[in-house]
């Protein structure tokens, strides 16, 4: 069995900074991707950042700059490190992690960002 648990999810302040964590844990092989997304109210899922196993990091346009995606294979940890936030960051945020045998999704975290 995969578990894969996002946290960090909080009311902030436009401007303010927050760091989401996500964690897979059971029994995983072949990992070679974990990935955050995010979906807004009446909106499709989007890629915001990902990071693969050879070092790739891929940012979506909106939050380049913003964002810095970091993780931690050996206990198949990542992090998402977001600064300047935006009214527009508001949303539920995934962590997907990919892996040989297939792909495992969290259950998302809320961030709204609002004075």
């Known amino acids: 069995q995969v578990q894969v648990v996002e946290s960090g999810g909080v009311l902030v302040q436009p401007g303010g900074s927050l760091r989401l964590s996500c964690v897979a844990s059971?029994?995983?092989?072949?990992?070679?991707?974990m990935v955050w997304y995010r979906q807004a109210p009446g909106n499709q899922r989007d890629l915001v950042a990902e990071?693969?196993?050879?070092?790739?990091?891929k940012y979506a346009d909106s939050v380049k700059g913003r964002f810095t995606i970091s993780a931690g294979y050996a206990n198949h940890t990542i992090y998402l490190q977001m600064n300047s936030l935006k009214p527009e960051d508001t949303a539920v945020y995934y962590c997907?992690?990919?892996?040989?045998?297939?792909?495992?999704w969290g259950q998302g975290t809320q961030i709204i960002v609002s004075s």
């Open positions: 059971g029994s995983i092989n072949g990992v070679y991707a």
């Open positions: 997907k992690t990919e892996s040989l045998a297939g792909a495992y």
């Open positions: 990071t693969t196993t050879s070092g790739r990091t």
